[in-house]
């Protein structure tokens, strides 16, 4: 059943009557008059019952759904979603997959927001056709919209879909955003350049560094230019592999490893071969997670801090702020290096 709503419109206020509609809809879900699932009048019948135009109550209705209060069924109307009226925040996430170290960015996102808003994730898992169509259904129903791009030649026109000035990025796609938009990313070419000269000192303890790298898309071909960068001015000799497995292996090789099912390769064949870590082969893995601490007596890795990402970006949405962040990256040292 559609109820109704009253509104007493103040003309000598200067509160425009888009706002008065918000605040009545608000104060009726706080007194009880409209609950969760409710149906409320549509655009047409606010239009008629109070002489307004058509934009003004869409303004209204746009902004209540932008920050989940209600939701709109094609065909059949507008709904109260949420009774929880305090929330400044409805924010989508839109990630390309979970992690392990995806999940504690999330989970750092999600605590500082939630005083002051609410999130919905979800993933394209690299799929065009799957990005475009989370990002063409989401536009009008959030406030922030926090995307991890896909490398994709579309992406930038899909995401123009969105208001401009409510689109953050996250993680990946500095370079090709950076102009754009307020991010919190990773530098992964200027990073892993850093972290290896920071730690020319270990980096001098072998006769070859590999990066083990499966394609050179996207941001993983910017790791590989920080990392061919430092090989060359270091110098020391270097290879850029995709396929571990027919690469030859030699005593005296240092690692750095991206997928960690090539770490998995590379710690099978260090114990297959006796070759003793940190000497006779060394092994730098990406992304730190807590099994890393654990196996082979400890994989050295080298990491964003995704829990420090998640933080930085909710409390830019919180304070209202457009900031261009290059998050926190460091080696964890450990026995394997």
Known sequence: MRKTIDIQFEDNLPIPKYRQIIDAIQQKIKAGDLKKGDKIPSLNQLCKQFGLSQDTVLMAYNELKSKGIITSQVGKGYYIQNENTDFKHKVLLVFDRLTTYKEELYDSFKEALKKDGNEQIFFHHNNPKMFQTIIEGAVGEYSEYVIMPIDHPDAVGIIDK?????????????KQY????????????????????????????YQRMVLVIRHLKSHYKDIATGFRDYCKQHPIDSEVVTDIKSFEIKPGDAFVVVDDRDLEFLVR???EEHLVFGSEMGIVSYNEAPLKGIVASGITTISTDFAQMGKSMAEMILN?????????FLLNKRASF
Not at 162 to 174: A, C, E, T, V, W
Not at 186 to 201: G, S, V, W
Not at 320 to 328: A, E, G, M
Request: glycine share 2%; with cysteine.
């Open 269 to 271: 064949y260090s114990i």
């Open 162 to 174: 969105l208001p401009s000035n409510k689109i953050f990025i996250l993680d990946q796609g500095r």
């Open 178 to 205: 950076k102009e754009l938009y307020p991010y919190v990313c990773q530098d992964f070419e200027r990073d892993i350049y850093r972290i290896l000269k920071m730690n020319a000192l270990l980096v001098d303890k």
């Open 320 to 328: 209202h702020q457009k900031l261009k962040i290059d998050n926190p």
